[in-house]
């Protein structure tokens, strides 16, 4: 199994939510890339680091059990403190189409389960999400 930095590893999660549904939504990639220059767990990870981490997982995507290879990959490189970061990440894209697919849903709770977030912490990262989202 290859090893991801942190910032890989939660460019992964992004990659994988937003193509979840098979339809990676324009405004999902925007947030993408929002993500990545906006918060400080990315402060040195370049757009062209994105983009390489972006084609990695695809590629994975695409090989079965894929996903299953991600989770794995995920929580073995990733640090447990970044773990309810990944969960927030990865709520972020797939709220930012302002709706959620039930296969974003579905990878959202497999990552959950792997990653053994408590479930208080992913409801309010949930519901923080809607409440950025939400339209007037």
Do not use: W
Not at 11 to 37: K, N
Not at 124 to 132: H, T, V
């Amino acid at each position: 199994m290859r090893t991801l930095t942190p910032q890989e590893a939660l460019a992964f999660v992004m990659v994988t939510t937003a193509a979840a549904d098979a339809a990676l939504a324009e405004r999902e990639l925007e947030r993408i890339g929002h993500v990545v220059d906006t918060l400080p767990v990315f402060k040195d990870f370049t757009r062209d680091q994105l983009v390489d981490a972006a084609n990695r997982c695809t590629a994975l995507l695409n090989e079965p059990a894929g996903i299953d290879h991600i989770l794995a990959m995920v929580k073995e490189n990733l640090p447990e403190r970044f773990y309810d970061t990944a969960y927030a990440v990865g709520t972020e894209v797939a709220a930012a189409d302002l709706r959620i697919e039930q296969e974003e849903l579905r990878f959202l709770q497999m990552l959950r389960d792997e990653l053994e977030i408590d479930a208080l912490v992913s409801a309010a990262i949930e519901r923080s999400a809607r409440a950025r989202f939400r339209l007037a």
